[in-house]
């Protein structure tokens, strides 16, 4: 036993090391990029990127939401796409993952087989920006929203987790009258907070950092309607104002840091609150007993 608790205790204070090393290294470049954002232009210019500011200001944040007003609507524009594909694809996904859960569900294994197939295997992106161009979204907040409604893996998590529902409580509420709507609302949402809670988190992330598919299905003329991943993009890569302006006028390397401070934030706020339903939904979602 002696050995057994030294080993233990070696084991513990090696991944504490390990763990510390990897969490410092992780969070000290976004610890620079904050400081960046409170640097003075002229400052930051002559000195580059440091772990504490020089000359703390805001003009950066206040030059954001001041002035052109490109950042502050592509943040409303990220806000819109990530709750409405969250309620859409939780919705859609929930509502997949519950008859799939029966086992008397007709042609449910078959189905299943399409879903993971789907998970493998894709048709690609000249296909799918093929298929929203014919099918007139280009242009709409559509062509994100309605190809992101039902993601395989979830659907899996979701029906997995619906399967530990114990069947006594449903068989319960229907003797009392409810059907299955009323069973999938009142039973199978409740007891299943945990991974709808871990799903709610996976796809509001992956809504709030596309940017990808915002810049390939908007044009230039639709370019107000970008998110606001979309719009840090084209800020960092082309040094230009998105809305139109020349690289002498574009955004200062503060603004663009303070932009990406603005991006990560509601993530970084939202994600303690969520954790604990995170991480025992996942444990529960991605185990079949």
Aim: one cysteine or more; charged letters at 10%.
């Amino acid at each position: 036993m002696a050995i057994e608790t030294r080993s233990r205790k070696v084991f513990n204070i090696c991944n504490l090391i390990i763990l510390t090393i990897l969490g410092i290294g992780f969070l000290l470049p976004y610890v620079m990029i904050v400081s960046a954002s409170l640097t003075d232009e002229g400052e930051f210019l002559a000195h580059g990127y440091s772990i504490l500011p020089r000359d703390i200001t805001l003009s950066a944040y206040i030059k954001l939401f001041q002035g052109d007003l490109t950042v502050v609507r592509a943040f409303f524009n990220s806000v819109f796409l990530t709750v409405s594909g969250v309620i859409l694809h939780v919705g859609t996904t929930t509502l997949a993952a519950y008859p799939l859960s029966k086992k008397k569900l007709v042609g449910g294994k078959v189905i299943m087989k399409v879903i993971i197939f789907s998970m493998l295997f894709s048709g690609g992106l000249i296909p799918t920006y093929m298929l929203i161009v014919n099918m007139g979204l280009k242009n709409s907040y559509l062509a994100i929203l309605l190809p992101a409604m039902l993601a395989p893996w979830n659907c899996i998590l979701i029906k997995n987790y619906f399967t530990t529902v114990s069947e006594a409580l449903e068989e319960a509420c229907k003797m009392d009258g409810g059907n299955n709507l009323t069973v999938f609302l009142r039973i199978y949402v409740p007891t299943s907070k945990s991974i709808i809670a871990s799903v709610v988190l996976f796809t509001a992330v992956a809504f709030w950092n596309n940017w990808s598919a915002p810049i390939l299905y908007f044009d230039s003329r639709h370019s107000d309607m970008l998110p606001l991943t979309a719009v840090l993009q084209q800020m960092l890569q082309e040094n230009v104002n998105p809305s139109g302006g020349s690289v002498g006028s574009g955004f200062a390397e503060n603004e663009k840091m303070a932009t990406v401070v603005i991006s990560t934030l509601p993530i970084i706020i939202a994600y303690p609150f969520m954790q604990k339903y995170f991480i025992s939904g996942i444990m529960l979602g991605s185990v079949k007993e």
